[in-house]
């Protein structure tokens, strides 16, 4: 079994007392740590989201590997955002009112970091006047971030998004919206600027974005 299928397989499994060993070691091995976490921790937790969408596991599985996830992803950290932080400006992130979940929002911090941005991190059940206060208070922000995992939060997600345009911010920002229920229908509805559906996509449009304004 290589590494990379070796830590994926640790992340399945939850074994959270194994995953930080196992990703120092790849990286002793030279494993370029952007593959460690796209081939090893993030493939990983994509099994693990189609397994819990098939009911072949369930809440306390998921958090078990998201949680081992995350103590990988923590020893990757210097090694992908190694001196670049902060060249593409600055980028706010946060979960809209009314909803808790952050695994997905952390995640997409990380990867946004790893690309070259400082990035604000709001936390979760963030009211829209939170987002906009983030804005205003950080003029060299250039791209906002806003997630939801429950279908009920699709509302606060478009009153975000509605009250980062009354104010008037949208001509320093582009807004990105993304999780579970949202789809590029939902993001061109509300007036967002771009739609991600995973981490990755996310990273790769934040740049665009930043490029664009």
Known sequence: MSK?????ATVEN????????????????GIEASIILNDGLISAMGVIGAKFQAGEIFVPEMLVAAKTMKKGVEVLRPYLVGGSIGKHGKYIIGTVAGDLHDIGKNLI???????????????????????????????DCKVVGASALLTTAMDSMKNTVQAIINAGCKSQVKIMVGGAPITQ?????????????DAGAAAVKAVELAGAN
Request: proline residues 5%; glycine residues 8%.
């Open 14 to 29: 939850g074994s959270s007392k194994l995953i930080e060993g196992l990703v120092k070691e790849a990286i002793e091995e």
């Open 109 to 139: 911090a990380l990867m946004i970091e790893s690309t070259g941005f400082e990035v604000i991190d709001l936390g979760v059940d963030v009211p829209s006047e939170k987002f906009v206060e983030a804005i205003k208070a950080n003029p």
């Open 185 to 197: 229908a939902f993001a061109d509805e509300i007036g967002a600027d771009a739609y991600a559906p």
């Open 4 to 8: 990379l299928h070796e830590i994926a």
